[in-house]
């Protein structure tokens, strides 16, 4: 009891990093909710000073809605090559691994811009408030090995997906929402490193027009 | 005995719970191959120490978990505030140049500490009652000395002056090894409560002149892996004694004429991960291995007050000299988890078991362990001033349990306490300060 005080404590005083003021844009698009996130996450000082290291850096995405009781979770990791001069990629949502490369931090924070996340199974909320949408970036130096780990004690039947052309999905709705929602756990517990720098939001989940 | 197996056993299945963690795959991990590493924003001879402790070795490939663990122990460093490593073009193409910038702490430091304990009984330590207040300070210097030396001296207080003197050699045998020494010295009086195996009477000493040397030695094994050899003296002379619990209150303390002595050495196989070696947030640490811990106690003449209106009677019999050798092993793991990006949780159980003679009876079987819960939560926001580099407020519970060996009162045979505690940590470029609260729920000694 006094350690879930403690926690909540602190959960309570934590706050977004302040510089951030551009907010992500969530949207309908397709019968699912689509989130773009401002590239200012990129250019924040030093996020963009640990990706110019030449060493992984992984960016733990968190998109939660309370009021359905839903979280969905993904990750991405950006390493930025010497020799090449180039930007590497890798996401990894549930059930999808993308890798792509870039050739200038520019087309990279165009890319993340542009990038649209799927925050897959939110139900039409009926009621006079509007949903909330909470988003929560965590940046963490050094790459994600143990989330590799992770997945091959616990997820060994989950299939790479065979299309890699959709947007990333931030959760699997249906009948292996239980599968994925432990790997979406695994994606951010399994890292148990501290947050160099923190990013959150809170979005209105906007109306979604009625066919 | 065979409850002592069971013990063991289940210390060393969670040991082993703790300490197993699957193989890093490195089958998708990046790796590179160093051609120059370079210490920048040091001096040489910090340089050499950073670059020898972090144990990489220029025309070696290492992955990125490599470097990262290179990185902890660069920053584990006491002479350190802060590093980060950076990787840049080589000479060819794949080969890489390995940047690592550092931040030194001030060779000036201050260290601090105010703590109030309360218990639930009455006490007697340096007063007697329910509650202690223990102040520290102390100042010091240190430099680098010589190709990879660092040298300490400093001066304070615990109630009575002390001063202070060390020196690390960093860079031991060509590898990253090192050794310390460290010696202590206090001409004025103190109340020293030794360890329930070194007094089993768990008694309060009052000293005068003391005196303290310690020695270790460390040898990395591989990257997180080391073997740490350590010996400490402390002698001091005795002055009284009195039990800390359990007392009438009218009895005085007992004099006693000589000096008390305390002698351990251990060798521990080390396994560490975590990112501080003051105030870490996250990774692993374990260690386990033999030690032996001998205590000499001088003998005490007790002096009783005699009832009001009647005489001195005779004095009670003197309490003999002790003497207890315990040969011992321990095992500790303690795990710090980041659950946000200022809060971490921490659980650590620690545990020896071992064989204790008490001046010439026969050995008894000795164990004990501590477990340990905390919370540590940064009260920094990310727009504080980079001159605070930490400002945690942390909240521990702590249960001990000591079994020594079965001897006649006034001595215990087993020793119990549970208490909880808070505090708040202050530390920058210069400074350590803790100001600290804690209460012992209970704390008793039993036959």
């Known amino acids: 009891m006094i350690l879930a005080v403690l926690l909540l404590v602190g959960e309570l005083s934590e706050s977004s990093h302040p510089a951030v003021r551009a907010s992500p844009q969530a949207s309908w698009e397709e019968g699912s909710l689509r989130v773009r996130i401002p590239s200012q996450v990129l250019l924040d000082v030093e996020v963009r000073r640990v990706i110019q290291s030449g060493l992984t850096v992984t960016f733990l995405f968190d998109f939660a809605v309370p009021r359905a009781r839903l979280e969905r979770h993904a990750r991405l990791e950006v390493r930025y090559e010497p020799w090449d001069e180039t930007y590497l990629t890798s996401l990894l949502s549930q059930s999808q691994k993308r890798e792509e490369t870039f050739s200038s931090f520019d087309s990279l924070a165009q890319w993340w811009e542009a990038l649209p996340w799927t925050v897959s199974g939110v139900p039409r909320l009926e009621g006079s408030s509007r949903a909330e949408l909470k ?9 994600a ?64 027009e009625r066919r | 005995m065979k409850r002592l197996v069971c013990r063991l056993a289940a210390s060393g299945l969670a040991f082993w719970l703790v300490a197993s963690a699957p193989p890093a795959s490195a089958a998708d991990e990046a790796t590179f191959y160093l051609e120059r590493i370079e210490v920048d924003n040091a001096p040489p001879a910090i340089g050499a120490i950073v670059l020898s402790q972090s144990l990489l070795k220029e025309g070696s490939r290492y992955s990125e978990t490599e470097l990262r663990d290179a990185l902890s122990r660069v920053r584990r460093l006491p002479l350190v505030r802060d590093a980060e490593f950076a990787l840049h073009k080589g000479s060819s193409r794949g080969a890489y140049r390995l940047s690592i910038s550092v931040e030194r702490m001030s060779p000036f430091f201050l260290q601090g500490s105010s703590n109030l304990s309360l218990f639930n009984e009455t ?240 050995r008894a079987t000795t164990f004990g362990l501590v477990g340990t819960l905390g919370h540590s939560m940064s009260l920094l926001s990310s727009s504080s001033s980079r001159d605070i580099d930490d400002l945690r407020l942390e909240t521990f519970l702590e249960y001990t349990y000591d079994r020594g060996p079965p001897l006649p009162a006034p001595s215990y045979t087993r020793f119990e306490r549970l208490r909880v505690g808070t505090g708040v940590v202050f530390r920058s470029r210069w400074a350590l300060l803790r100001l600290g609260l804690s209460y012992a729920v209970f704390e008793r000694g039993m036959q």
């Open chain 1, 135 to 143: 988003i929560t970036i965590s940046v963490v130096p050094f790459s």
């Open chain 1, 145 to 208: 090995n143990e989330e590799r780990d992770a997945r091959h004690w616990f997820a060994q039947s989950i299939e790479e997906p065979r299309d890699l052309g959709s947007p990333p999905a931030a959760g699997g709705p249906g009948a292996q929402s239980a599968r994925d929602d432990m790997l979406g756990a695994l994606i951010t517990t399994a890292i148990k490193r501290r947050a160099l720098r923190t990013f959150r939001w809170t979005v209105t989940i906007p109306e979604q």
């Open chain 2, 123 to 362: 006490v007697r330590l340096r007063e007697t009652g329910r509650s202690l207040f223990d102040n520290s300070a102390a100042v010091g210097l240190r430099d680098s000395v010589g190709r990879q030396g660092m040298l300490f001296a400093g001066i304070g207080t615990t109630g009575s002056a002390y001063g202070e003197l060390g020196y690390t050699q960093y860079g031991l045998f060509g590898t990253g090894g090192y050794a310390a020494a460290d010696l202590q010295y206090s001409a004025s009086g103190n109340v020293l409560v030794l360890p329930f195996l070194a007094d089993p009477s768990l008694s309060g000493w009052e000293v005068g002149e003391s005196f303290a040397a310690r020695l270790a030695v460390g040898v990395p094994i591989r990257r997180n892996d080391s073997i740490r050899a350590r010996y400490a003296h402390i002698q001091a002379d005795a002055r009284t004694v009195a039990p800390v619990f359990g007392f009438q209150p009218d009895t005085p303390a007992a004099i006693t004429k000589g000096r008390l002595s305390i002698d351990q050495a251990d060798l521990d196989w080390l396994y560490d991960t975590t990112d501080d070696a003051l105030l870490p947030t996250q990774g692993l640490f374990l260690s386990a291995g033999p030690g032996t811990l001998k205590a000499n106690t001088p003998e005490s003449f007790p002096t009783v007050s005699p009832p009001p209106g009647q005489g001195p009677g005779p004095p009670p019999g003197p309490a003999a000299a002790q003497t207890t050798n315990t040969a011992y092993i321990s095992l500790s793991a303690t795990r710090y988890l980041p659950v946000t990006d200022r809060q971490t949780l921490l659980g650590s159980l620690q545990g020896y078991a071992g064989r204790t003679r008490v001046d010439q009876q026969p």
